[in-house]
């Protein structure tokens, strides 16, 4: 499925006001997982309360240790710091990369901002090479923008 054609799919999702708020963002997951090839693992990081940390929210794929990250700690605590999306075509190319399964090759993690603040992040691993295009990049940002309404 091409990316733009999941832009209403994602909407509706997260319209659902009969679901919580984990309930629409693992929906939101599991329907990226399930219709991007290379999307092999999906979930959400935020904020935790007040401590300079991540944890883990709604997420589809192989369980992972790292239900805590530490702001500035791999990829997703870059980000927590940057406030920037992070590409990453080659995961064993990074010194600062927490390897959550062998299996991964590339990640992209996109920040979440709720009124200017940095609230948390999609973050995606692929099992591909360097899959992940401006397409992809262009395309989580719609996402994590339609998150953030839900959670303002």
Known sequence: ??????RPEIKSILSQENLSVDERLLKVCETLEANISY???VGFYFKNGDK???KLGPYVG????HT????????????AVSNENFVVPDVSAQ???IACSITVKAEIVIPI??????????????????PFTKADEQFL????EAVATLLA
Do not use: A
């Open 62 to 65: 192989e369980p992972t240790d």
């Open 1 to 6: 499925m091409d990316l733009h054609d999941l």
């Open 68 to 79: 805590i990250i530490p702001f500035g700690k791999g990829i997703c605590g870059q980000v």
């Open 39 to 41: 999307y092999n693992w």
């Open 95 to 97: 010194d600062n990369y």
């Open 52 to 54: 300079d940390e991540l």
């Open 113 to 130: 901002f709720v009124n200017g603040n940095n609230i948390g992040q999609i973050d995606i691993d692929s099992n591909t090479p360097d």
């Open 141 to 144: 940002e719609f996402v994590c």
